[in-house]
């Protein structure tokens, strides 16, 4: 089983839908929760960072954690084609030899059609 | 545009053969993480240097290996390949390591591909 586990999709909406991309994990260690975009053949972007649980919003985009169940959500409002793209959620904690490692997921694509 | 740097961008080479990866960090970055991504593997930590000393290893294979040079430049040696090492491999960056809250910066990557 792996560490953090993500729908691959595809996932395919229209413009302006109300995306919901989710991960869940099983290692309690993980502190520190990441969402990444990106796109095809481009390195991977920072959208939203978190520490431990709660929500974070940023424009479009909030971020949730769930610890006690795991889990985390990336919510994008009002999506537009431009946010086509894989989206990969990612976490760490930190101490010990893995320092500086992130466990990403297998990243979710999402289709954003006019 | 990162600020990370990647060189080559696309490289295809033969099994048994050896190819170096090279990258620059952003400006100011001390941290250098290098990730390689497949298909069937998603993407996975290889191992990160601070400053250039080796602060993280991850599933890095013992015919890989990395540094980072004083001017904190750093080079991923991947020797002997194998089919199975076809994969972009990306490199990052960051001020500090990890959990301090620093954005990690991604390269655009370099694809790899073994014949």
């Known amino acids: 089983q792996k560490e953090v586990e993500q729908d691959p999709g595809p996932l395919s909406v229209p413009e302006g839908a109300i995306v919901s991309l989710n991960c869940t994990y099983s290692?309690?260690?993980?502190?520190?929760f990441m969402w990444y975009r990106q796109y095809s053949r481009k390195g991977p972007e920072l959208l939203m960072y978190?520490?431990?649980?709660g929500n974070k919003e940023d424009g479009r985009f909030t971020a949730q954690v769930d610890k006690s169940s795991k889990y985390i959500s990336l919510f994008i409002r009002d999506s537009q084609p431009s946010d086509s793209a894989t989206y990969l959620c990612a976490m760490s904690y930190s101490g010990g030899t893995s320092y500086g490692k992130l466990t990403f997921g297998q990243g979710t694509i999402l289709t954003v059609h006019p | 545009d990162s600020g990370v740097t990647q060189t080559p961008k696309h490289l295809i080479t033969a099994t048994g053969q050896r190819v170096t990866l090279r990258c620059s960090p952003r400006?100011?970055?001390?941290?250098v993480y290098w990730y390689q991504q497949s298909l069937d593997q998603g993407l996975q930590f290889l191992i990160q240097y601070y400053n250039g000393e080796e602060r993280a290893k991850g599933n890095i294979l013992e015919r890989f290996s990395a540094q980072q040079f004083p001017d904190l430049h750093s080079e991923l040696n991947l020797s002997s390949l194998e089919l199975g090492d076809s994969a972009l491999y990306f490199c990052?960056?960051?001020?500090?390591?990890?959990?301090?809250?620093?954005?990690?910066?991604f390269g655009e990557g370099s694809w790899l591909t073994v014949v």
């Open positions: 990052a960056s960051s001020v500090g390591g990890l959990p301090s809250g620093n954005t990690i910066y």
């Open positions: 978190t520490y431990s649980s």
């Open positions: 290692n309690s260690a993980f502190q520190y």
């Open positions: 400006s100011g970055d001390l941290s």
